[in-house]
């Protein structure tokens, strides 16, 4: 995976940097479009990322 500031990441995805911190902050959902916008340029697969965000959830349900 690609390690770019949310500017960068915004920039190329064509959206604003502000959405993609409030994605990051968890106060946005984004749509499946957008997901595939952003992981084309995080450099992964949407499902890897999707797995991802399940393991991540998983884990925090597991702790509390």
Do not use: C, D
Not at 5 to 22: C, D, M, N, R, V
Not at 26 to 34: D, I, S
């Amino acid at each position: 995976m690609q390690k770019l500031s949310q500017e960068k990441l915004a920039f190329k995805a064509g959206l604003h940097p502000t959405y993609i911190s409030l994605l990051e902050r968890g106060k946005r959902k984004p749509t499946l479009f957008v997901i595939f916008k952003i992981t084309k340029h995080l450099g992964v697969t949407p499902s890897s990322f999707v797995n991802n965000i399940q393991e991540e959830l998983l884990k925090e349900n597991e702790k509390g």
